[in-house]
């Protein structure tokens, strides 16, 4: 008997963590592990934001942790990336993966969006995310 191939959910170009809430797999799980690795690039460099992977699977897809820097002098702001890791197994993938621009949505989240984030899907019912809703 022949199993039949569910065809992979597509990923908006310009995707969010927030915006796949629907399609990952373990969303709780998912986001609490971009959280850790949030927490670890925020603690080494003092700032943390996430972008998903556009090209891979929606139910759990890879993600990149950058932190900015601004120049004391010029007030300039620059991206740099810390790494990126798989979204199944959340390991840290090969540089090479990182460079590949098209790979990631150009929106990001930073941490606080991210712990809001799972404090909403931890708590469905607290007043913060009623409120949300209210509109």
């Known amino acids: ?71 004391a002098k010029t007030r300039e702001r620059t991206t740099h990336q810390d790494a990126a890791y798989s979204g199944s197994t959340h390991r840290e993938l090969a540089p090479h993966h990182i460079e590949a621009a098209a790979n990631w949505s150009p929106e990001e989240m930073n941490i606080t969006a991210v712990s809001a984030l799972i404090g909403r899907l931890r708590n469905p019912r607290a007043p913060s995310s009623q409120a949300n809703n209210e509109d």
């Open 1 to 71: 008997m022949a199993t039949k191939r569910v065809p992979p959910t597509p990923i908006s170009a310009d995707a969010t963590i927030a915006d796949m809430i629907e399609t990952l797999d373990k969303p709780v799980e998912y986001v609490r592990r971009v959280l850790e690795k949030l927490e670890r690039c925020k603690r080494a460099h003092g700032d943390a934001q996430v972008r998903v992977g556009v090209r891979g699977r929606a139910e759990a897809p890879n993600y990149l942790i950058e932190y900015v820097r601004e120049d």
